[in-house]
Nanobody
Framework: QVQLVESGGGLVQSGGSLRLSCAAS????????IAWFRQAPGKEREGVSC????????IYADSVKGRFTSSRDNAKNMAYLQMNNLKPEDTAVYYC????????????????????WGEGTLVTVSS
C-alpha cells in the first residue's frame, strides 16, 4: 500500500525553525521526485520545493528560497523539509507528494507530476 505520512509540524515563533519529515511506504522515494506543497487558509495549494530523482537537486518557490531546504534519505525512504527563519506567512498545512519519472527533473509546474500525496501537517508561525 502506497502511503506518505508527514510529521514535524507545530507552533513556532517567527524566526524559528522546524523540520518536516515525510515517511514513504509502498514505493521507493529514490525513484521519484519528492515535492512539498502548502495550503494556507483561504488560499490555493502552492508548490514549495521539489527534489528530483535525476541528480538530487531541488527547486524552490521564491518565497522560501534561502530559508527552506529539501532533502531525502533514500536508505530510510524518507524526505525532509528544513524550514528556517520562519515567518507568519509560512503558516499553512504542508503536504509531501511523490511522482514523476525515474531519473527525471522536476517539471514546471511539478504539481501535475505528483501521483502520491500525504495527509498534511500543520505549521503555525506566530508573530
Amino acid at each position: 500500500q502506497v502511503q506518505l505520512v508527514e510529521s514535524g509540524g507545530g507552533l513556532v515563533q517567527s524566526g524559528g525553525s522546524l523540520r518536516l519529515s515525510c515517511a514513504a511506504s509502498g514505493f521507493t522515494v529514490a525513484h521519484y521526485s519528492i515535492a512539498w506543497f502548502r495550503q494556507a487558509p483561504g488560499k490555493e495549494r502552492e508548490g514549495v520545493s521539489c527534489i528530483n530523482s535525476a541528480d538530487g537537486s531541488a527547486i524552490y518557490a521564491d518565497s522560501v528560497k534561502g530559508r527552506f531546504t529539501s532533502s531525502r534519505d533514500n536508505a530510510k525512504n524518507m524526505a525532509y523539509l528544513q524550514m528556517n527563519n520562519l515567518k507568519p506567512e509560512d503558516t499553512a498545512v504542508y503536504y509531501c507528494a511523490a511522482g514523476g519519472a525515474y531519473g527525471a527533473y522536476c517539471s514546471d509546474p511539478y504539481y501535475y507530476d505528483m501521483n502520491y500525496w500525504g495527509e498534511g501537517t500543520l505549521v503555525t508561525v506566530s508573530s
